[in-house]
């Protein structure tokens, strides 16, 4: 028995099939399923009941997945640890973005990371908040950018920064004359929502995508990527709503776009680093941390060490 083993009974109970955990471990089927039956053979019991088209663990089974994921959880622990002796600047340092912060920190985070950490290798991934947040679970991502409010507690959150939140409009758009705007004064028909949170509490009272309220847009844009949304809007009566460093960026690019304050509570997000509660990458995290508190990005207010 080893390790390896131990992951590939943790993959076939998380993913219900060999086929699927063979995916995931990357091996092929026939290698992963013949390690189970000598694991079985080994122990001398089954871990899992074979069905046509139906994967079950075993009441001993599900006994030993419990024991593996620990196993697991410790052997991690242990090539955590190893990283936190080794160099730092000699392990890629993996880091998650949403949508609506990617386009708009990539130029920041490519400068920070050049003058702190000049000869590590950053790969930025963009990706929904559940889901990065599942992936610095799982050890495939150091740390994640999201807001508190969008936080999973059983990861560590580091605040970095607070931001308001604005609601968006073209260039001469008859609600671009506010000075700011509560949420239940956002026109209802012209109001384009994305299907995920921004982390903003004021975003409960913003009005919910209604298809019948829309009936007259030609198009639903609302599957659409962030970037786009507001590229629509720089040409039609629609609006939607962007955080504070995403209006500056579009201010700096010069695209044709108002921005419109809210003044309701909740319209600040506390957005911050969520990691493991043992990363070994805490010391660089901190380094980031206290050079956004000397050079924040246009539109927000740091928030870390506060």
């Known amino acids: 028995m080893n390790l390896r083993d131990l992951e590939y009974v943790a993959a076939i109970a998380r993913l219900g099939s060999f086929s699927g955990a063979a995916e995931a471990c990357h091996v092929s089927q026939p290698a992963l399923s013949n390690q189970i039956r000598k694991l079985e053979k080994e122990l001398g019991v089954d871990l899992f009941i074979r069905a046509s088209g139906e994967t079950r663990l075993t009441a001993f089974g599900a006994r030993v997945v419990g024991i593996a994921d620990e196993m697991l959880v410790g052997a991690q622990r242990i090539k955590d640890a190893a ?53 610095v679970e799982d050890h495939t991502l150091d740390v994640a950018l999201v807001a508190e409010l969008n936080h ?43 299907p995920h949170s921004f982390g903003y ?75 493991r509660l043992n990363c070994p990458r805490k010391p660089l995290l901190a380094k980031i941390g206290a050079y956004i508190q000397r050079n924040p990005p246009k539109g927000v207010t740091p928030t870390f060490g506060a």
């Open 83 to 135: 990283t936190e002796f080794r160099e730092p600047e000699a392990v890629p340092f993996l880091i998650g973005l949403t949508p609506t912060l990617a386009p708009y920190l990539s130029q920041y985070f490519s400068q920070l990371f050049s003058e702190l950490f000049p000869r590590m290798r950053v790969t930025m991934i963009e990706d929904l908040p559940q889901n990065m947040l599942k992936r």
């Open 152 to 194: 999973n507690p059983t990861l560590d959150f580091t605040s970095i920064w607070s931001e308001p939140l604005f609601l968006a409009m073209r260039r001469g758009h008859p609600l671009e004359t506010l000075s700011s705007i509560c949420p239940e004064e956002v026109p209802m028909h012209d109001f384009i929502r994305l």
């Open 201 to 275: 509490e004021l975003e409960n009272r913003l009005p919910r995508p209604d298809r019948h309220a829309r009936a007259a847009k030609r198009f639903d844009l609302t599957a659409l990527r962030f970037e786009t949304i507001c590229r629509h809007i720089c040409h039609t009566d629609d609006c939607t709503i962007v955080s504070g460093l995403a209006a500056e960026q579009f201010r700096a690019d010069g695209w044709p776009l108002s921005f419109v304050p809210f003044e309701a509570p909740g319209n600040m997000r506390n957005l911050g680093a969520a990691s």
